[in-house]
């Protein structure tokens, strides 16, 4: 086996700890190991800096542990080739296993060229990706706290979401303060309909009589003060991650002109990938990271799964709703092969299989960067 690196260092890293090891082979074949722990204090990780350029050591390797690794690889990334590696690809093999046995082994691996790199996005992206990342989950609070209020009004036998489409919109809210300030009266209630809902107001005094308490009252109260405090939390975010999109501004006008990617979409889409196409090699690579390809598992000739690639949940998610809201455009070619694929693989993989249409779309997009047109008519789409 070829040797790649003469003198290359791997690293254990743990929540307190990190365990490096340094492998040097001398021109006779001879391999020479330095081993020494070092904390996880920002000096302590300088002090492993210095003492990894003193040996000479240019790369370096290291198991992407938890959010652990995220300092470790901050602070050497401006001094060393680092490579974040997928802990499942350098698992140890059987034996004693110890910290230092681990670093020794990623040492080992990376001289001999067998570790595969990680993709990490440059600062500028990485800091996109934990807004959008934090939004996401901020959405999901929200709908999380949102359910919980609608139990809350159907514990008190109230029937809101059984006429308004939306609950917790404005003329919802409005009717939700008043029970909360003790207003039981539904024909009062639903006289603070608004637009629309208007035109229910029978079915909405039918819907309002309930049996609100006092526990109720401060449950929904708690609740919507809640809801409201996400909501502006989120306003924030999305006011940040507007001002850190502002150098990605063009890339995601080429998004949101394919069918179904909206802007809030457009900005995780690039806060997920980047917009440096050539960290992978083809779309296929793309979407293998992604998990939005089906899995390779064959034995003497049978293929026993087809299943999809473990990737990024992230991206994965929001491209099979991109693939949803595109499958019901008009006229495109994502909603003819929707179509068609929905009839002989069910909804469910035909969404993956059109979120995976979507990116190869998206990867050439912003490798050549060009626009988005629609070259083909929906009834000759693959």
Partial sequence: ????????????????????????????????????????????????ADWLAAADVRQVAMESTGVYWKPVFHLLEDR???????AHHIKQVPGRKTDVKDAEWIAQLLQYGLLRPSFIPPPPIRELRDLTRQRAQLVRDRAAVANRVQKVLEDANIKLASVASDPLG?????????????????????????????GKIPELKRALQGRVTAHHRFLLRMLLGQIEALEGLIAQFD???????????????????IPGVGPQAAEVI???????????????HLA????????????????RSGKTTKG???????????????????ETIFSAAYR???????????????????????????????????????????
Wanted: overall charge positive.
């Fill in 1 to 48: 086996m070829d040797l790649i690196h003469s003198c290359c260092a791997g690293l254990d890293v743990h929540k307190k700890t990190v365990v490096a090891c340094i492998r040097r082979t001398g021109p006779d074949g001879r391999v020479d190991r330095q081993v020494r722990t070092f904390g996880t204090m920002t000096a302590d990780l300088l002090a492993l």
């Fill in 80 to 86: 060393f080739e680092v490579v974040l590696v997928n």
């Fill in 170 to 198: 404005v003329s919802g809210r409005a009717m939700i303060r008043a029970m909360i300030a003790g207003e039981q009266d539904a024909d009062k209630l639903a006289e603070l309909a608004r637009r629309r809902l208007r």
């Fill in 239 to 257: 006011d940040r991650i507007g001002v850190v999109m502002a150098p990605f501004v063009e890339a995601a006008r080429r998004l949101e002109a």
């Fill in 270 to 284: 690039v806060a997920e990938i980047g917009t440096d196409m050539t960290k992978f090699p083809t779309a296929g």
């Fill in 288 to 303: 293998s990271w992604a998990g939005l390809c089906p899995g390779n598992d064959e034995s003497a000739g049978k293929r």
């Fill in 312 to 330: 990024s949940q992230w991206l994965r998610a929001v491209l099979v709703q991109v693939a949803w809201s595109a499958s019901h455009t008009r």
């Fill in 340 to 382: 068609k694929w929905a009839k002989r693989m069910g909804k469910k993989k035909a969404l993956v299989a059109l979120g995976h249409k979507i990116l190869v779309v998206i990867y050439q997009l912003l490798k050549d960067q060009t626009q988005y047109q629609e070259r083909a008519k929906p009834a000759q789409a693959a």
